[in-house]
Every structure is written in C-alpha cells, then in structure tokens.
C-alpha cells in the first residue's frame, strides 16, 4: 500500500502534538498544566516568561512570598497575549471587545465609576466618510430602495469583490485615497477643535470661556471601507465644565450638538502640498451622518432608535479590527535591514542592502496576494513614500500595508468614561488575588511591601501538547457560547 504524502505529514504533525501531550499527561503536575492552559481561554500565542517577583516586608526586610516561574510545571510562566485583533488572536479580541463596550457603555449610561447622569447629557454617534477620488462599483437603489444597476451595467451581486473598486483604475485618483488616509488622523483633530468651536459660537462664547460651561467629549474608532478608505465613527456628548460627572448647560441641547456636528465637518480642511502632486485639499466626505443617540428613559418615537448598547457593541465590533476588511496584508512591507531605504549606511557613505538588494521591499509589491485595487493603494504609498523631499513625514512605506493611515484605531478623550488600562488592571488585580487565594497566601499591604519583579522574554506560544489542549479549551468555549444564543433564541 502507498500512503498519500499528504496524509503522511499529516499523521506526522498529529502524532508530535499527541506524543507531547502523552508525555505531559504522565507528568505529575499535569493537572496544574491543564489548568494553566484554561486561564488562558484559548490564547493563540501566548507570551512565555521566566523571572520572578519577590514581595519583602519594607520595616523587617523579610520576604514575605515570591513567585517565580520555575516553580511552573514547565518552568516558565505563561501570560495572554492580549492582542486586540480578531486575525491575530479571536479570544483575547472578545476580552479586548469586551473591554471596549464596558468603556464606551459607561460612558453613554453611567457605571465604571461614570455617573449615571451622564444619560441625560446630549450624544449623537456620528459617522464621517471619506470623499469620492472617482467612480466605484457598487450596488446603487432608488428613492424607494429598489436595487438599480451600478455605473458600469451591472447589477452586482452583495458582497462581490468588485464593489468598492475602481471602475476605471486608469484615472482614479489613487495619491489622493492615500493620502486622505494618511491624514485621516489630522482631519479628526481638526474637527474636535472646530467642534469645540462651534459650540462655543452657538452660544456666543468664547473658546476660552466655553470650558467653563462645557466640556465636548468623545469616543471615535477607525473602520476601513471596502474602497480601501478610512472612516470614523465617533460618540460626541455635551458635559458639564469637569466632563462626565458634572451637568452639561441648559442651552447644551442635541440639536445644537447636531448643527455644530455638521458644520464643523464641512469646514475642516488639511491642504497638502508636494512637488510630484502639486497643492491638494483634503476634506470628509459629503456623506455625513448624525444620529441622536436615544436617552434609555425617552419614550420611543423615533422610528429606529439608537440605543446605548447598539451603539457600544458597534464600537465594540470595530476596535477588534484592522485593515483586513479591504483584503489587505497584515504586515509591514519594508525591508527592515535597511528600514525600506534600500541602503545600509557604512563608514565610507553607504552600501545596496543585500536583504532587498536596494528596492527596500521585504517582498515585491507584485507578489502580494491582494486584489489590484488595494495593490495600487499600496503600490502609491511605496512610490509616494520613497519622494524624500515630499512626505516623509508620513511614514508612507511603513504603512503601505495599511494603506496609509497610520493612526489609532479606537481613540477617546480624557473625560469621556474610564480608561482600558483601568479595566485591566481591575480584571489582573482580580487575577492575581485568585492566585493568592489558589496558593494560600496572606493578604500584603501595600504600604508596607515593596514589590521586587525581574522577568525576562522567553518566546511566544505553546508545546504542541498545550496547544491540543489549548484547542479543546476553544472548542468548550464555542460550544457553550453556541449552546447560550440557542437557549437565547428558543
Ligand atoms: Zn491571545
Ligand atoms: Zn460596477
Ligand atoms: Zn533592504
């Protein structure tokens, strides 16, 4: 009989894995493995350390505990990688979106030490688009919603991979998509300034004036189109003059938010110039939407009520993503050797890297499984990127695989509800009491203690034993999330 080669290396990866796990599931301490494996919740690389913390008693100089990792069943410590993106890591993505609807929840009704007034004060969920830089295909309807052929005479079906594309490639106007990218970041600054302003001109106050009055707070996160162009959908509430905890004005109204809203974003501009593309104004797009976010306690006229929860989970779905949605690569383009300059500097002047032999690409742009239209987004950011005179500042090549942008993808202001950082340490300081408890330790005062940590990076995953383990934890969690929303829909 001849086996498949195929099925051959397969049985040979099962076998490693199985064979690992055979070999832990023998060990002693493999209970205190399978448990180590369950806190992670089905990590896909988890972060391996070595090190240890020490806790002395700061007037006695006695040590009153240390944990160190070889006290672990392997001999080093494994922590979550705590990736925010759903490519990278789908179960610490959900503790990530979890995290981010607890904050943007708080902020819209209160909890996570936000006031629950904060209700009452004036949110609208705005979203602001990019401008057209030419004709795309897509799926047009009519005033009564009937689907109409798009521009080219096709009527496309939904989700088809040319919607959102060129339909002449050959006279979009590429530079301009990315560069609007590129200043994504700087048109939302611009626009939380003439915000401010705005408000301030409605009630005829001054900017400096106003922030005795009235504070404009917001949450914004990034969402990347099919068109391969940023967009932002931002919560944008009226406080009082210290933020969340104290009342907005009695002239602080949604509609007077609304109209300071829309005319904010038509006057923002950012112009740019540059020697290869001359003078450019890059603004929003038209398509603007404004929409009242409904007070829990309002009593239902509007049609389709925005409610805090849909709009917390939207921002929620949005902060666990990338640039993916277009098609686009995960990882930066560059040569990192030479950084992307294609040469490596030396005592006498500088050498051609030998890593890209001086195009500065880690790999050929036209290698790149990637539909065309995001190819030439990439493509343009590399060329106008490589212009030294022109935009170096923009980083262009570094982020050729986000199509330019380069900003954050979920922002807020200060005032707007807690921090992420806040709800990590709440849910490690959490952690850490389990595992004092688990071992039967005595509570320490801080006051008292001085904590002494040395931890040092291992590597990143699991052995293949772990991960089989770490699958089963998935498949749990998966069933009994499916086994919740039948319950919920029964
Ligand atoms: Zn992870
Ligand atoms: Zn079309
Ligand atoms: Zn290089």
Known sequence: MTA???????RAVASTAARDLIHLANRDDFDRIEATVERLAGCTRPIQLVGSTSTFDTTSGELLRQYSSAAEPLGRTLVACGNRRSTRCPSCSRVYAADTYQLIRAGLAGGKGTPDAVRTHPRVFVTLTAPSFGPVHNRPTTRTGKLVPCRCGVLHPAEHPALGTPIDPATYDYAGAVLFNAHAGALWARLTTYLRREVAHATG???????????????KVAEFQKRGLVHFHAIVRLD??????????????????????????????????????????????AQLDVRVIRRPDADDRDDTPLTDAAVAGYVAKYATKSAEGTGTVDRPLYCSP?????????????????????????????????????????????DLGRRVTDFADLKLTKWAHMLGFRGHFSTKSRRYSTTLGTLRDVRRTWQSEQARIRAGLPLVDPDTTLVISD????????????ELLAQTVRDNRAATLRLKREGEAA
Do not use: N
Not at 4 to 10: G, K
């Open 4 to 10: 498949h080669p195929d099925l051959l290396d397969l």
């Open 205 to 219: 106050l001054s900017l400096k004036e106003l922030r005795d009055h009235c504070r404009v707070s917001f949450a």
């Open 240 to 285: 009082g003059p210290e933020g969340s905890t104290t009342a907005p004005p009695a002239w602080a109204t949604t509609d007077l938010l609304t109209d300071a809203v829309r005319s904010a974003a038509a006057k923002v501009a950012v112009t740019v110039t540059g020697d290869s593309i001359g003078e450019r104004v890059l603004r929003w797009g």
């Open 338 to 382: 030479c950084k992307g300059r294609g040469r490596i500097p030396t005592d006498d002047g500088d050498t051609e890297c030998r890593s890209c032999d001086g195009t500065g690409l880690a790999e050929p742009i036209a290698d790149l499984k990637v539909a065309a239209h995001v190819r030439q987004m990439i493509r343009t950011c590399w």
């Open 455 to 466: 931890w040092r990076f291992l590597t990143t995953g699991y052995t293949p034993g772990e």
